[in-house]
Structures are given as structure tokens and as C-alpha cells.
């Protein structure tokens, strides 16, 4: 999960700790994702223990997250209620709740992260009159889009993650020439995804922080904008491709592709152009170097022990290894950081020779590099549906790897 | 009086979401959804074991056969109910049914025939997303 989100995990739980209202409590969690794993860290290290996280999806059930089993939603009916707290990291905090409500849970319910400011489950004269002045608050900053574009379509990205970014440069000249698009411009939230945007040539783009987004995209959907398009699998709330999945296998990439812009299952992805050459060549031992990628955003992390053991076996082999990090995230033990710009990292992997990393949107950024590309999946399903990890995120061209309990790595 | 009256489908809305599982509102075109709507709507008597509301200003035919699960509403409560969607998520078991030219939808996947039709309604009815 992004660092932002992350802080604001770290100070919300601070806060309910500080408010004694995990004592004596049995915790559960709901939702397994990356961010629930978090969580569910940060409680153990302050030496709480998680009675169990809740989730929907009945492949999960009966399988663990560091000794932290995973029950279906109606498990929490069995806890004596007012003993209870129920922890929620997840996007899908108000139908969350919800449901807990309707199975006729009345205990605590606690939102850690707020990660979805679209959703308030109440029709409330109140709530209705505070949604009011946002969707207000986002017709201002779109009036100010339009002023700095002005004639300009407008293409507003609700979520900031590099996999989305890509797929959406990878075919959006597609539906540009379809819908007869003329002069555009690409809002994103992050510097990190406005470089992606930038590896597909001279776009104009704009960064906004996720609030601004947020409301922005609630203002052209509230007044029906003819001159704005959200290109997103998922978001915001209106978006029903994911329902898909319910009936069908369908990668992510087909997702966008076919969901998304509309385009036949056969459009060949555009690819990236402005590629530079990495600044930072005598660091790199060529061919014999690793570039380890063990952090994403949505998919659940990988143990430890297999990175270690990963990098052991490189190390003994004479491979310099490197981690890619950004902010504050730490270097696998027995290898050095390494910082590199997007416009660079193809040129920094190609020149290394190895790229090893768990599957997240950093993959997508160097599907194209030629050198030898590993991605790992955690063994687990994605968000409700029966599909594993790879089903979904499977690169062509590359080792694709699920990562099992026990996995032994071997250099071929 | 009239504020009563302008606010009835926000009461009616509180207590179809009490009282169903789902609701779809179907909106578009005159030529498209009649049929749309017969064809939604005797999927879901046939198969579904939730309860399900089907709102739209347009008759369909044998409309009679779905008294259960199909209601028409007033033109200016479809709008009141889209405005109110497209304000915030107030729900995730209400859905307007129509394509959008804002963003991407699962009527794309019929288009370009990664799913049939019958399946876009099974998706629809019993997808849930909730990661």
C-alpha cells in the first residue's frame, strides 16, 4: 500500500489504541487484501492478536495470514457482541458495514483507512446536503481544469497505480481516434503516474492529489460531462466491469482493453517511447546484476523468508543485488537501494540483466525489457472473485510464478 | 406539500433498499430498452433467488407477468434517482443500467463479444466486487 495510507493506518490505530478501545476486545478484520495484511501486521507487532479476518470469498476460507485465519463475514455472530471490534481497511468500507449490519452484527466497527471517499451508506438529509457541497467543490477545480485546457478533452484517472496508467496509455490512442478526440490532456494523481504517462511521448498531463481527483470525477459524472472520460476497470462506483469476473475469467489487461475503451479482444497495445538511458551505469555490474521488486499496492505480500532466501542464492552465485524502493521503503536484507526514475528503469533492468518482483504495476512499466523478468504471485484469489493472482495479472513474454508456502529457488 | 412531493422518491428509495436486495434502474432509449427490460427481467424470475427491483419509465412488454419484480416510475423520479447516483455511492446494491460515454462498462464486453448477452445479465445480477 502507498505510504500516505499507510501513515494514515499508523495514526488511526494509534488513536483507538490511545482510546483503550482495542482492550479486551476479540479483533477481527475484514476484507483480505495488502492493506488488511498491514494491518493485521502492525496490530501483532504491538502484540494484539487478530481473532480472524472476515471475507467474503468462500475460496479464501479456512486459509491463513501469519496464523490469522480467514472466516466468512457471519463468523463474527458467534463473539458475544459488545466483546468485539471489527477493523476495516478496505475500499469497500460502507458495504462492509452494511452487510456486518444486515447479518445483524451491533458491535464496534472502526474504519482505518479511508480509501473511497464516494461511498457514504445513508440517505440521510444530512449526508445527502454534505455530498452536495462536494460534488460543488468539484465543479470548481474541473471549471479550473477546463480554464488551464480549455477545448481540451479531458481524460481524469481516479486511482494511482502504474498498472492502470499503463494499460490506459497502452490503448488510448485507440479510443482517441474512435471517439474523435481532438487536442487531450491526462489527469493523474502522483508525480510516479504522470511519468508513466509520459513513457507513452509528449502528453500533457496534470497531477492532482486524490482528493481533488475524487471530486473531480464526481462532478463529471454528476453533470454528465461530454468532455471528460474515466478510464478506469474499477472506479469510480458506476464502473461495473469487475462484475464480469463473477461469470468469466477476463485478465486485466482484456479488462481495459474490451471493458474499458471498447476496443476488440485483438488491438495490439501501444508501447512505450520515450525511454531514457539509465544515469547510473557504474553502479551496475552488466548482466550479472538483480533487480529485486518485493513492495506492491493491492497484491498481498510475499514472506520474508523467500525474498532472503531468493537473494541468498544470488548472492552466492557473485549477482549484485539491488531492491527498488521508493520513500521509505526498506532494501531486502543483503542488498543495496536503488532509487531509479520510470523514464530509466527499462534501461537499468535491461543492463542488470535480472528483474525479479512481485507482481504489481512496476512490471507492467518494463513488460517490454530485454533481459530475464520474473514475476511472482502470492497464492491467493483476487478481491471476491474465484480467480487466482496470475489468472488475472499473467504477463506474456515473462516467468510468471505463483509462491507457494514452501518454495525453493534455484538459478537456471 | 410540494417538498413532500419532491422528496417521495427519496422515501420510496429508503424503503425499496429495505425491502430488496438489488435495484436497477434502466434508462436509455425507447427502441432498446422494452426489449432489454423483458429479457433482464425474465432472467432474474427464472434464476434469481434474491430480490430484485427493475424501475424504468418505459413499458415493456407483457409487463403484467413481472408485477413482482418490475415497477414503472415517473420520468421525473428516473432523473431524481440518476442525479442522486451520480452525487455519491449511496449503496452498493443500487445500479443504473445504461451505457455511459463517461466511463467503461460491462455492455462493452457484449460489444466485443467477450460475453453474451445472457451472461452480461448473470454478471449483473449476481457480480459483486468487494476487495
Redesign the interface.
Known amino acids: 500500500m502507498d505510504q500516505l495510507h499507510l501513515q494514515e493506518m499508523k495514526e488511526n490505530l494509534e488513536r483507538l489504541v490511545q482510546d483503550g478501545q482495542l482492550q479486551g476486545k476479540k479483533i477481527y478484520l475484514f476484507?483480505h487484501?495488502n492493506a488488511t495484511e498491514e494491518l493485521a501486521d502492525l496490530l501483532l507487532k504491538q502484540n494484539y492478536s487478530v481473532t480472524a479476518i472476515l471475507d467474503?470469498n468462500q475460496a479464501k476460507h479456512g486459509s491463513y495470514y501469519r496464523k490469522i485465519i480467514i472466516v466468512p463475514p457471519q463468523d463474527i455472530l458467534k463473539e458475544t457482541q459488545g466483546e468485539s471490534i471489527v477493523c476495516i481497511a478496505?475500499?469497500?468500507y460502507?458495504?462492509?458495514v452494511?452487510q456486518l449490519n444486515r447479518l445483524g452484527y451491533t458491535g464496534i466497527i472502526r474504519k482505518i483507512v479511508d480509501y473511497?471517499s464516494?461511498?457514504?451508506?445513508?440517505?440521510s438529509a444530512d449526508?445527502?446536503a454534505r455530498?452536495?457541497e462536494?460534488?460543488k467543490r468539484g465543479m470548481v477545480k474541473l471549471r479550473e481544469i477546463r480554464k488551464s485546457y480549455p477545448g481540451y478533452f479531458k481524460f481524469l484517472c481516479p486511482f494511482s497505480a502504474l498498472g492502470d496508467i499503463y494499460f490506459t496509455m497502452s490503448y488510448l490512442p485507440y479510443f482517441i481516434q474512435n471517439r474523435k478526440i481532438g487536442r487531450w490532456m491526462i489527469a493523474v494523481i502522483g508525480n510516479a503516474c504522470a511519468k508513466v504517462v509520459k513513457l507513452f511521448g509528449d502528453v500533457l498531463v496534470m497531477v492532482l492529489s486524490q482528493k481533488d481527483m475524487d471530486e473531480a470525477i464526481?462532478a463529471?459524472?454528476?453533470t454528465?460531462?461530454?468532455d471528460?472520460?474515466?478510464?478506469?476497470?474499477?472506479r469510480?462506483?458506476?464502473?461495473?466491469?469487475?462484475?464480469?469476473?463473477?461469470?468469466?475469467q477476463?485478465s486485466l489487461e482484456?479488462i481495459y482493453c474490451?471493458?474499458?475503451?471498447?476496443?476488440?479482444?485483438s488491438t495490439k497495445p501501444f508501447k512505450p517511447v520515450n525511454l531514457r538511458v539509465f544515469q547510473g551505469k557504474e553502479q551496475i555490474k552488466p548482466g550479472k546484476t538483480v533487480i529485486f521488486s518485493p513492495y506492491a499496492k493491492?497484491v498481498t505480500a510475499l514472506k520474508g523468508e523467500f525474498w532472503e532466501r531468493v537473494v541468498d542464492e544470488y548472492l552466492r552465485h557473485g549477482y549484485l543485488c539491488y531492491t527498488n524502493v521508493v520513500q521509505n521503503e526498506v532494501p531486502l536484507p543483503g542488498t543495496l537501494p536503488i532509487c531509479p526514475d520510470i523514464l530509466e528503469i527499462q534501461s537499468l533492468v535491461e543492463l542488470a540483466g535480472v528483474f525479479i518482483g512481485i507482481r504489481s504495476g512496476l512490471c507492467d512499466v518494463i513488460r517490454e525489457a530485454d533481459c530475464r523478468k520474473i514475476a511472482l504471485y502470492p497464492d491467493y484469489c483476487y478481491?471476491?472473485?474465484k480467480w487466482k493472482a496470475i489468472d488475472m495479472y499473467h504477463i506474456e513474454g515473462w516467468e510468471n510464478i505463483v509462491v507457494g508456502e514452501e518454495v525453493s529457488w534455484t538459478i537456471n | 406539500m410540494v417538498q413532500k412531493n419532491k422528496m417521495q422518491y427519496?422515501e420510496n428509495?429508503?424503503s425499496d433498499?429495505q425491502k430488496y436486495d438489488k435495484i436497477f434502474l434502466v434508462l436509455g432509449e425507447e427502441k432498446t430498452v422494452p426489449p432489454f427490460l423483458t429479457a433482464f427481467c425474465s432472467v432474474i424470475l427464472a434464476e434469481s433467488k434474491e430480490k430484485v427491483l427493475v424501475l424504468s419509465v418505459f413499458h415493456m412488454e407483457n409487463e403484467e407477468e413481472y408485477l413482482a419484480i418490475f415497477r414503472k416510475i415517473t420520468g421525473k423520479d428516473a432523473l431524481n434517482l440518476s442525479?442522486?447516483?451520480?452525487?455519491?455511492?449511496?449503496?452498493?446494491r443500487f445500479?443504473?443500467l445504461s451505457p455511459?460515454?463517461?466511463?467503461?462498462?460491462?455492455f462493452?464486453?457484449l460489444?466485443?463479444?467477450?460475453?453474451d448477452r445472457g451472461?452480461?445479465f448473470?454478471?449483473?445480477l449476481?457480480?459483486?466486487?468487494?476487495?
Open positions: 476484507g487484501c467474503n478496505a475500499r469497500a460502507a458495504a462492509m452494511e473511497n464516494y461511498a457514504e451508506y445513508s440517505l449526508t445527502i455530498k452536495q462536494r460534488v464526481q463529471a459524472l454528476f454528465n460531462a461530454a471528460v472520460f474515466i478510464p478506469h476497470q474499477d469510480p462506483y458506476v464502473v461495473n466491469l469487475s462484475k464480469a469476473l463473477y461469470i468469466k477476463i482484456k474490451c471493458g474499458v475503451f471498447g476496443l476488440s479482444e493491492s478481491c471476491d472473485t | 427519496l428509495l429508503k433498499l442525479r442522486l447516483y451520480r452525487m455519491y455511492e449511496f449503496s452498493d445500479f443504473i455511459d460515454k463517461t466511463f467503461g462498462g460491462i462493452n464486453f460489444e466485443t463479444g467477450l460475453l451472461e452480461v448473470r454478471a449483473l449476481y457480480g459483486k466486487i468487494n476487495g
